[in-house]
């Protein structure tokens, strides 16, 4: 029985009253730029150490970084929420325009800092980070410092950042606006209906085949009829970021997103290769899929289609106290932060057009709180995502204590948190299963989700590879990009499919996120790494909620290789790690088709 009746809107004006037309957050973003205004007369003024006795200084600044970064996080959290839930918020498309300007003379302020820490000398340096006020960043402060020496002078980093907010920034800017203005009219249970690009994307999971098929049809003609622009955008977001890679004379495009989380191309390797060996189950898995659905093999609009008619609706407040139940078995912090989110209004679930698709959590640090944005159609998948969210916002929760400068966490620890979570909600639905249908239909959609980390974003990280360096030689027309995603997906999911998503290239809005190059393999890093995580918790029980709060803590001050030896003991360089994680999904597959064939 439902004990609450939990708001299935956000609540944001908790932050700045009046949404984007909101007197507080005019003052909040005037208040801003002086802030930054500061910051970048301060940084311009400070001369390099000399001794460990310039920690004052050093600390001094980092005391002012924190603070703008905190308050531009703030508010360009909240102008984003505006977006999401409604696209055609045009105020909020200034405000986000302008909060990209502040984020640029941010960016060129800490990088000039950066630069000045750079020239210090090494015996100097050593001194320095050992001193009581900076010894806490040391990772951070070498970080800033070897990566400094891998990017262009002060200056002309300082031009690229200027010229990014138009040039680049603006290009995925351009991307969201086109897909909020995209309208689906399609027929749904005998309702000709207008949906968004995220209510059509919810019905990949329909029972009835025929909407999953017409809505994938509309949403792919909807794609074609946009893909030069769609393929433009695509083009110039990659051209900036390769012509920028090639002026730091970074040759791999891969570059930029294993220094940004913190990972050896080494242990990404590792990962693929291990993934690789073992696709053979999950193949063999969706060829019976397909017979069970009464093809030869599967379609594309197929993937996600619930296979026994036991699948039942779960409306959001039962979705919730599902969550808070299973949350509660394994800790009580995890539980009770997340019941705090349910009241007071932190999650954006409601299933209404206008609102942006996919699904996000976003932090608002100043408030210590965060935002979830989903659209919640009432199936298991749905309850699942959910937990994912739930889980990034726990993860910021358990930084509370850290200093900002060592909570910047990479976005592959980010998806650690978040799987981990909806690995907790998806094993428990399954083992909650009241008849052998049930437990079917349950069971497939855990293992969709290795299917998904597994099949899914390997073919968008070969595809984003390839594409890459065929955009080196010039444009890349969308019929190409049309045939580099096809053989991408047939290689991905071993052959298994007879209809691909030619224009998936075109419908995923992480190919057009800036701020996160390759936004692929980490969702992957991040399944596998949480089921060792998951693992341990299960033989520890409730007990290990301390422990992993401390890993999450660790996130952000150390390479994932280290984070993984310090916590799990474990070398994640080598593929035997991977395959432990892999073998465990392939468990799922037996017993599905264990269960499958006694069906028949």
């Known amino acids: 029985m439902t004990k609450v009746n939990y708001s299935e809107v956000w609540d944001l004006d908790v932050f700045f009253e009046g949404g984007s037309n909101s007197e507080e957050l005019r003052l909040h973003l005037n208040n801003l730029k002086a802030k930054i205004t500061a910051l970048q ?9 000399t001794s460990a006795n310039d920690d004052s200084k050093v600390f001094d600044i980092i005391e002012m970084t924190k603070d703008v970064a905190l308050n531009m996080s703030q508010a360009s959290a909240v102008i984003g929420c505006f977006l999401a839930a409604d696209t055609t918020e045009k105020k909020a498309l200034l405000l986000q325009g302008e909060i990209g300007i502040f984020g640029a003379s941010f960016s060129t302020a800490l990088l000039q800092f950066q630069q000045v ?44 950042t200027s010229l990014s907010v138009d040039g680049y920034h603006g290009w995925g800017q351009l991307y969201d606006l086109l897909v909020g203005n995209i309208k689906i009219e399609l027929e749904v249970d005998g309702e000709l209906k207008t949906l968004s690009v995220g209510q059509a994307n919810n019905l990949s999971s329909h029972s009835d085949g025929e909407v999953r098929r017409k809505s994938f049809e509309a949403l792919e003609e909807a794609w074609e009829e946009k893909e030069d622009f769609f393929a433009s955008a695509l083009n110039h977001l990659a051209g900036f970021r390769l012509a920028v890679y090639e002026k730091r004379g970074w040759e791999s495009v891969l570059k930029e997103p294993l220094l940004r989380n913190r990972m050896s191309e080494e242990t990404l390797d590792a990962m693929w290769g291990a993934i690789g060996a073992s696709k053979e189950p999950f193949v063999n898995y969706l060829n019976v899929k397909a017979k069970m659905l009464g093809t030869d093999k599967l379609n594309w609009y197929d993937i996600d289609a619930p296979v026994t008619s036991s699948t039942k609706e779960i409306n959001y407040q039962e979705g919730a106290e599902f969550i808070l139940e299973h949350f509660g078995k394994f800790g009580p912090e ?6 705090k989110a349910f009241e007071d209004g932190w999650i954006e679930a409601e299933d209404r057009p206008n609102k942006r698709p ?4 976003t932090g608002m640090p100043m408030s210590e709180q965060s935002r979830i944005f989903m659209t919640y ?16 916002a726990f993860h910021s929760y358990a930084m509370r204590p850290v200093h900002w400068m060592n ?24 083992k909650a299963a009241e008849t052998k249908e049930e437990k079917i239909a349950l069971l497939e959609d855990k293992i969709q989700r290795s299917v998904a980390f597994f099949m899914n974003i390997h073919s968008r990280f070969l595809f984003e590879t390839r594409f890459y360096e065929e ?3 010039g444009i890349v027309p969308a019929s190409r990009l049309n045939e580099l995603m096809v053989e991408a997906q047939q290689e991905a999911y071993g052959g298994a499919l007879d209809t691909t998503h030619p224009h998936f290239w075109a419908s995923k809005l992480h190919f057009y996120i800036t701020r996160v190059p390759f936004y692929n393999f980490p969702y992957t890093f991040g399944y596998l790494f949480s089921l060792s995580i998951y693992a341990k918790a299960l033989e520890e029980g409730t007990d290990f909620e301390q422990k992993y709060m401390a890993l999450l803590r660790d996130t952000a001050s150390m390479s994932v290789e280290d984070l993984a030896m310090k916590h799990l003991g474990e070398d994640i360089t080598k593929q035997d790690f991977w395959a432990k994680g892999v073998a465990l999904c392939v468990k799922d597959v037996d017993e599905f088709m264990e269960l499958t064939s006694k069906e028949g």
């Open 117 to 160: 820490l750079a020239k210090v000398e090494d015996d100097v340096w050593t001194s320095l980070i050992k001193s009581e006020k900076l010894k806490e960043f040391t990772f951070v402060l070498n970080e800033w410092r070897d990566e400094v020496g891998l990017k262009l002078s002060g200056k002309e980093e300082s031009l690229i």
């Open 377 to 392: 159609s009432g199936s298991m998948s749905n309850v699942a995502t959910l937990a994912h969210e739930l889980g990034h």
């Open 358 to 361: 996919g699904g996000f959590c």
């Open 334 to 339: 995890l539980e009770a932060f997340s019941r």
């Open 41 to 49: 007369n301060t940084t311009a003024q400070f001369d390099t150490p």
């Open 407 to 430: 909570r910047q966490y990479a976005m592959g620890v980010a998806e650690t948190a978040s799987t981990f979570a909806e690995m907790i909600v998806a094993d428990a639905a399954v």
């Open 471 to 473: 955009r080196k030689q």
